[in-house]
């Protein structure tokens, strides 16, 4: 019998960019449902807070599973799919040798998918996938929130 994988959606983004961000993720596996958000609310970027969003939806799931994982950012799908493993194996240089920026957050997202399997997804921003639009608003509700409490995560 194939496992029903947990389809999640991600999202992430700051106004303005850098500056404060949230990130936001819709984790689904058969009737459950969890929404999840967060942010900071100093100096961040658009692409750290795409990579938060799916080490946090990873990182909350209590056993190892099949996921199925879309985000609107090329990339994190790249980054995670293409080009982490070159990154890993040059010490963490890009091939034009210069650091990869957000090494914190790839070391992590590369942890919390080793414990699953994942498949990546590219899904087209603000195109009415009702989870991508719903990770959206999480996102946002996230760097709202983050604002509110004056919170640096």
């Not at 946090?56 to 609107?72: I, K």
């Not at 920026?101 to 070391?107: A, E, G, M």
């Amino acid at each position: 019998m194939l496992e029903v994988p947990v389809v999640i959606h991600t999202d992430g983004g700051c106004r303005p960019n850098p500056g404060p961000g949230g990130w936001g993720a819709v984790l689904r596996h058969r009737e459950h449902v969890r929404e999840m958000c967060g942010g900071e609310s100093g100096l961040t970027s658009n692409n750290r807070m795409e990579l938060m969003a799916p080490i946090m939806a990873l990182e909350v799931l209590t056993r190892p599973v099949s996921v199925h994982l879309y985000t609107d950012s090329t990339y994190v799908r790249n980054g995670i799919t293409k080009w982490v493993l070159g990154w890993e194996r040059n010490g963490w240089m890009t091939a034009a040798k210069q650091p990869v920026k957000n090494v914190d957050l790839w070391q992590r997202l590369r942890t919390a998918c080793a414990r699953h399997r994942v498949e990546w997804f590219w899904v087209k921003g603000h195109a009415g996938v009702a989870d991508n639009e719903l990770a959206d608003v999480l996102a946002t509700r996230g760097m709202q929130e983050a604002i509110a409490q004056g919170v640096v995560c």
